[in-house]
């Protein structure tokens, strides 16, 4: 049984994910992805043993941090004025 196979089963999303998961974690195509790695938008994951890996946690506070269509970030949702 493959990789893909295997991480299709799981239950849970795993802590650390290869680039094509951490896009679509954040709801991006690969292409998009690695633009919004290279300007910083997203962040470029942590090299181990010369794999990269992403955070999901980190994905989530940098995709809080992508503005909506007025330029507010959602980290700031829900809060009283």
Do not use: H
């Not at 650390?16 to 938008?41: L, N, Y």
């Not at 269509?69 to 949702?77: D, F, H, Q």
């Amino acid at each position: 049984m493959g990789r893909a196979a295997r991480q299709g089963n799981r239950s849970y999303a795993p802590r650390g994910m290869r680039m094509e998961a951490a896009a679509d974690w954040v709801g991006f195509g690969i292409t998009k992805f690695r633009e919004m790695v290279a300007d910083g938008r997203m962040p470029a994951g942590k090299l181990v043993d010369g794999c990269r890996v992403w955070d999901r946690y980190a994905l989530d506070e940098a995709f809080d941090a992508l503005p909506d269509e007025n330029g507010n970030s959602s980290s700031g949702w829900g809060a009283v004025a």
